[in-house]
């Protein structure tokens, strides 16, 4: 099996892990399978799974079964950015927003944004281009 098939049969072990845990929330199965989700997401990124990358990027930013670090979540959502991932450049566009771990920058942050193309991104522009217009301005003057 080569190493892109490999890894997105990890990454649906782990999102398994990860759902059960989504559901078993309060109970004392929620961090064990949070803990098998992370493991799976971790051997599922060795082999550059894009997804998988940016969740455990997701594990090491909100500290959950894993110490708190930021410095770890921005490596892996670089990472990810490196293979296009649009969920890594949403995440790298909401710490620049909120200016965790990084300098605050909301022009970095509509730029990410940008990139990324979802959902969630495309609200957040939106609060940009309303809140911080002048800040964004030549960005969204390019677009047009």
Known sequence: MDKIKKGEKI??????????????????????????????????????????????????????????????????YKKGMELNSKYAFERMGSLYHEGMGVKQSNLKAYKLYKRAKTKFAKFNMDILETYFYDEIKEEIENEM
């Open 11 to 76: 990454f649906y072990e782990a999102a398994k892990h990860y759902n059960l845990a989504t559901e078993s929330y309060g109970t004392s199965n929620y961090k064990l399978n949070h803990k098998k989700a992370f493991a799976k997401f971790k051997e599922a990124a060795k082999l550059n799974h894009p997804l998988s990358i940016v969740y455990v990027g997701t594990y090491y930013e909100e500290g959950l079964v894993v110490p708190y670090s930021i410095e770890k979540a921005i490596k892996y």
